[in-house]
T-cell receptor, first 115, second 113 residues
């Protein structure tokens, strides 16, 4: 079955530091890959996505590249802000006929950015 | 606002009681999903609908859980005879058929005491 593995958290950084959150996946077929962000007490917001190998998703300074050869989709940001403090989830979606577009999520990585 | 709406936002119930949650998806979205998220974990898929048809149910969805989407618009998730292990955030999401991007509501946090 499908699975997503994220680097263990929590991650604590100072403002303007470089961020990397690792994500690797196992899937049959050719999944789409996503990063979602969850702020305290809230639902999930889509941060970025990539639908095929070598695609780069980007949004709000965050980037991730779909690497089929290493089955990875690592999230990066060059300079984090306090407002980036949240939980980040890597996810994949398999558009197989019997699975709809349901998402398989990683465990989440808590990011705290200090001023 | 045309996002996914969930009600109530919070629910506290006594063990053994029944609870029902509602989800209103984005109006043109024909797929609707329910997920459960326990503390410190990622969301886990429970079930999904395409229009009014329930097409898939996870093994996580025990006999005490039932979901409906009677007219292909809003959906309800009912939990009967709640147990403490049912305490979680219940998330609803919607999407268009064959489009990978799903939009999530803010969730209903259930606490069973």
């Amino acid at each position: 079955g499908n699975s997503v593995t994220q680097m263990e958290g929590p991650v604590t950084l100072s403002e303007e530091a470089f961020l990397t959150i690792n994500c690797t996946y196992t899937a049959t077929g050719y999944p789409s890959l996503f990063w979602y962000v969850q702020y305290p007490g809230e639902g999930l917001q889509l941060l970025l996505k990539a639908t095929k190998a070598d695609d780069k998703g980007s949004n709000k300074g965050f980037e991730a590249t779909y690497r089929k050869e290493t089955t990875s989709f690592h999230l990066e940001k060059g300079s984090v802000q306090v407002s980036d403090s949240a939980v980040y989830f890597c996810a994949l979606s398999d558009l197989g006929e019997t699975s709809g577009s349901r998402l398989t999520f990683g465990e989440g990585t808590q990011l705290t950015v200090n001023p | 606002d045309t996002g996914v709406s969930q009600n109530p936002r919070h629910k506290i119930t006594k063990r053994g009681q029944n609870v029902t949650f509602r989800c209103d998806p984005i109006s043109e979205h024909n797929r609707l999903y329910w997920y459960r998220q326990t503390l410190g974990q990622g969301p886990e898929f429970l079930t999904y609908f395409q229009n009014e048809a329930q097409l898939e149910k996870s093994r996580l969805l025990s006999d005490r859980f039932s979901a409906e989407r009677p007219k292909g618009s809003f959906s309800t998730l009912e939990i009967q005879r709640t147990e403490q292990g049912d305490s979680a955030m219940y998330l609803c999401a919607s999407s268009l058929v064959r489009i990978t991007e799903a939009f999530f509501g803010q969730g209903t946090r259930l606490t069973v005491v």
